[in-house]
């Protein structure tokens, strides 16, 4: 799967959760906003991270480019390993709720 991650402002985060939600494609795919901050960012600032179908993510950098900046290089890669890591663990919690032990 291919996977994005966007750099929003706080000026722009609510013109892109409503971009988001009315464009049918981009609703489809995987969307987590974050605040920029606790995961090393400019406070005020949220990371987008998308993952989906590759016809989607280039959807997405025609679309979505007036609200928000690409992260690119080592920062992508970066936060891109967090939000993996975070969905693994939220993954595996859910496992340990629904594993009959009894």
């Known amino acids: 799967m291919a996977w994005r991650i966007y750099v929003v402002s706080a000026a ?6 409503q971009a988001l939600t ?4 981009l609703w489809r ?12 960012g400019t406070p005020g600032e949220t990371y987008l991270y998308m993952e989906g179908a590759e016809t989607a993510m280039a959807h997405a950098d025609s679309k979505l480019p007036p609200l928000v900046s690409k ?5 992508a890669e970066k936060l891109h ?3 993996k890591e975070e969905e ?6 859910m496992g340990l709720m629904f594993s009959d032990d009894s």
């Not at 722009?12 to 959760?17: G, I, L, S, Y």
């Not at 992260?71 to 920062?75: K, Q």
């Open 12 to 17: 722009n985060r609510a013109a892109v959760e």
């Open 81 to 83: 390993a967090r939000f």
């Open 88 to 93: 693994e663990l939220s993954a595996q919690g």
């Open 71 to 75: 992260a690119e290089g080592m920062l």
């Open 22 to 25: 009315q464009d049918d494609l």
């Open 29 to 40: 795919q995987t969307r987590i906003l974050r605040d920029a901050a606790p995961l090393g």
